[in-house]
């Protein structure tokens, strides 16, 4: 396999055309980069604004209240959040298995859905986004994708193929994420089941079509001997930008990928993290009344909890500055910022720079026009929504 190391300025321009085509000033002391079979393998040392990010996060406001007197004020596990052109919210709801909507500030409007099978109706729905037009709202929901108006109305729906479930690990692996391409296509993660120990390709997502067909998988997974290290190891988080390209924030490897519209790998990006990345079996006791068992079960180390490509085509990936306990909670910690960072990745897979987390629970985030949505959806129970100041 043929290796090229690129250490010199003179190798950003015809490597990095995202920052000669924006004109701005790339310190390549600050990350080398490794061309491997004609991929660009980009390790970041450090951001290339260290001391002063060209973004703050502004709180504007809350939706949701604890103790809300109405149920209009109450939010039933938020799960995801989405912004509508003219700048009303939509909020899914997991427990509550609906939609609510409200306006810019933050004023109930309507809500839709319903616990149910039916056409329009939710399980147990934990994702939301909304095509390039704004125009279609796609709800995943256990295993099936909704399409709907944003007022409600049921377009369509289709069960994509599922891999092996049963375990958290599973869970998690299948539920981390749903992003849209042009042309109606849903990207989820690809069916696990077909990663067999015959050598042939572990893919980590697939595109699917309106009617549920897979139109192509890409994306290579970290091989693991053990089925469940796999999973959990190549759980992902993944977002598209405005030219069909899709971005991939590994949840426990120190791996940012980028993926052209045919499902080719465009770059691979790592960066400085304040800890060891460890992937490894460990006997776990599991106690079941007054039955006691020892299972090996994976041991990872938490590296981001999320990324959301914004207007500008930069990925924003929520990434951990310390590691969690067992629970993925950081009970002793009363600042978040000192559990997690915003860092921002320009087009090449550069850091920029790096945003403070706010001081706020935080299970997921999304980014649409200027705005920031952080859901908390176990401390308050509750959508933040924050104005992404500055240059962006």
């Not at 704004?134 to 069960?159: Q, T, W």
């Not at 139109?215 to 030219?243: C, H, K, P």
């Not at 000192?338 to 850091?351: H, M, N, S």
Request: proline share 5%.
């Amino acid at each position: 396999m043929k290796r090229t190391l690129y250490l010199i300025p003179m190798a950003v321009a015809a490597f990095f055309p995202a920052a000669c085509r924006h004109n701005s000033g790339i310190d390549a002391s600050k990350f080398t980069v490794e061309i491997v079979a004609g991929i660009r393998h980009i390790a970041n040392k450090s951001p290339q604004l260290k001391d002063a990010p060209p973004v703050t996060l502004q709180l504007i406001g809350k939706i949701g209240e604890l103790e809300g007197r109405e149920d209009k004020d109450i939010l039933y596990d938020p799960v995801d959040a989405a912004r509508l052109p003219n700048g009303d919210i939509l909020v899914l709801e997991g427990n509550g298995s609906a939609v609510k909507r409200f306006n810019k500030d933050h004023h109930f409007l309507s809500s839709f859905g319903r616990k149910g099978a039916g056409p329009g109706d939710f399980a147990s729905p934990y994702l939301l986004r909304l095509d390039g037009e704004r125009k279609k709202l796609y709800v995943a929901d256990g295993r099936r994708i909704s399409r709907l108006s944003p007022e409600g109305s049921f377009i369509g729906s289709f069960m994509p193929r599922s891999g092996p479930g049963g375990s958290s690990i599973s869970d998690q692996y299948q539920t981390s994420g749903l992003a849209l391409l042009s042309g109606s296509r849903v990207i989820l993660p690809s069916n696990a089941a077909a990663w067999d120990g015959s050598g042939g390709p572990r893919f980590l997502l697939s595109i699917y079509n309106e009617a549920g067909e897979i139109i192509r998988s890409f994306g290579n997974a970290e091989r693991y001997d053990d089925l469940a290290m796999q999973l959990n190891a190549n759980v992902v988080y993944f977002s598209t930008d405005g030219d069909d390209n899709t971005c991939v924030s590994f949840a426990f490897q120190n791996r940012i990928d980028k993926y052209s519209s045919d499902g080719t790998l465009v770059y691979s990006s790592s960066r400085h993290l304040p800890y060891e990345i460890k992937t490894e079996m460990r006997l776990l006791l599991f106690r079941s009344g007054s039955v006691e068992r020892k299972f090996p079960w994976p041991s990872v180390t938490s590296v981001s909890k999320g990324c959301f490509v914004d207007r500008d085509n930069r990925l924003w990936v929520l990434t951990f500055l310390k590691q969690p306990d067992e629970s993925g909670r950081f009970d002793d910690e009363k600042d978040m910022a000192r559990c997690y960072e915003f860092e921002v990745f320009d087009a090449d897979g550069i850091l920029q720079f790096v945003v403070p987390c706010p001081n706020v629970g935080i299970s997921r985030f999304s980014i649409y026009d200027d705005r920031m949505y952080i859901i908390d959806s176990k401390r308050e129970s509750c959508v933040y929504e924050f104005k992404i100041a500055g240059k962006i």
